[in-house]
């Protein structure tokens, strides 16, 4: 169903009307994000140096992580989606408090939801997990932050202004990165940022139960989390703007503001605290929330706006079930799928084509998946 674009003329009263609905931007932009997780960044990657094409090969080339410092569009993926998590949070907490649930009841039903994901995340991360040997259980995950960032950030955003929000995020991150450049580490003394140096893997050393990542450290322990919250909480502004009594151009120029004020902050700040993901730096948090607030705008503006929707419904497919594709392609072998249903066709092909061939094939398969769920209308939600 196409929604009506939203006009200038953007009264108070439809404050209530967008609390007690979606906007098909925020659903399709998670579904771009979860695209890139679920086999189209595979997909993408794989295609480098097979084409012959300049512009190929630099787009397949963002679709890996850098070693240590420096910035690749690959590791805006989960920034992003933390983001969009904050987003919707405002947009899930207003409806609560519109039905006249209490606060003390978000507060719960965030709490139980924070539970779920950090129990998922374990399995997810360790999976088959040894629950007799919990020294080699890796307790940090993808999943397990979503969990804690939403549930922290819910208490704060029904707690604290607009205003107070911003400047706790931005506080935040300057004493991550003042606590990185002046607490020494045993061992490396103070402002050491290098992989064995940093006070994050000495921290997560310390004190993070379990099995780290990459031994020394892990990039989604302890330390980190706190960076992480701020990308929520930065969503939650977005929200807010978007639910707004504001004109629509109004909402684009603050967005926008927002936006290319991250972008900008991020760039003058990696000169003394490199972008880093592994360290979740605050450079990196600022360029990150600062691309989310452009993207998110830029979709909110064909989408809703315009009510140019037919193009994302691919996405959307996707976005209404991110947490099952999640957990999906990391039980369910699409790839093999994939090879068993598609290679008599690939396999006539340039044989360094058919792991190619053979992603594209388990995407298609994820997508149909997600499609027949949507058809019959199971979205599964924590």
């Known amino acids: 169903m196409e929604a009506t674009p939203l006009t200038e003329e953007t009264k108070p009263a439809e404050k209530q009307t967008i609390v007690s609905s979606r906007l098909a931007s925020i659903d399709a932009l998670r579904g771009f994000d979860m695209l890139m997780i679920s086999g189209g960044g595979a997909f993408i990657f794989l295609l480098g140096g097979k084409t012959g094409i300049l512009f190929i090969d630099a787009v397949a080339a963002q679709f890996e992580h850098p070693e240590w410092n420096g910035f690749t569009f690959f590791d805006f993926i989960f920034p992003l989606f933390l983001f969009l998590a904050g987003t919707s949070l405002a947009f899930s907490v207003s409806r609560g408090l519109a039905k ?103 921290f997560d050393r310390s004190f993070m139960p379990g099995k780290l990542k990459q031994g020394s450290y ?56 490199p972008i880093n993901k592994h360290l979740w730096s605050s450079s990196f948090i600022m360029l990150t929330a600062g691309m989310a607030f452009v993207m998110l705008t830029l979709f909110y503006w064909i989408i809703d706006v315009k009510g140019y929707q037919r193009w994302s419904f691919f996405f959307r497919v996707i976005g209404l079930n991110s947490l099952v594709i999640y957990m999906a392609v990391r039980f369910v072998n699409f790839n093999s799928s994939s090879k068993l249903l598609f290679e008599g066709f690939y396999k006539y092909a340039p044989e360094d084509w058919h792991e190619v061939y053979n992603a594209l094939g388990g995407f298609v398969l994820v997508w149909l998946f997600l499609y027949f769920l949507y058809r019959n209308k199971i979205f599964v939600k924590v």
């Open 100 to 202: 006249g649930m209490q606060q003390s009841e978000i507060i719960k039903k965030t709490f139980v939801r924070m539970l779920v994901l950090i129990v998922l995340g374990i399995l997810d991360k360790n999976a088959p997990i040894d629950i007799f040997d919990p020294a080699n259980i890796r307790y940090g995950s993808v999943l397990g932050r979503i969990g804690l960032a939403t549930f922290v950030v819910a208490i704060i955003y029904m707690n604290v202004k607009w205003e107070q929000r911003l400047y706790l995020a931005v506080g935040t991150l300057l004493l991550y990165y003042l606590a990185l450049i002046i607490i020494p580490v045993p061992g490396y003394g103070s402002g050491d940022l290098s992989f064995e140096g940093n006070l994050v893997g000495w």
């Open 218 to 273: 892990d990039e989604l322990a302890l330390l980190t989390q706190f960076p992480a919250i701020c990308l929520t909480l930065f969503g939650s502004l977005a929200g807010d703007i978007l639910l707004g009594s504001i004109t629509v151009n109004q909402k684009l120029k603050r967005m926008l503001l927002l936006g290319f004020s991250g972008i900008a902050l991020g760039l003058v700040w990696n000169t003394v605290f």
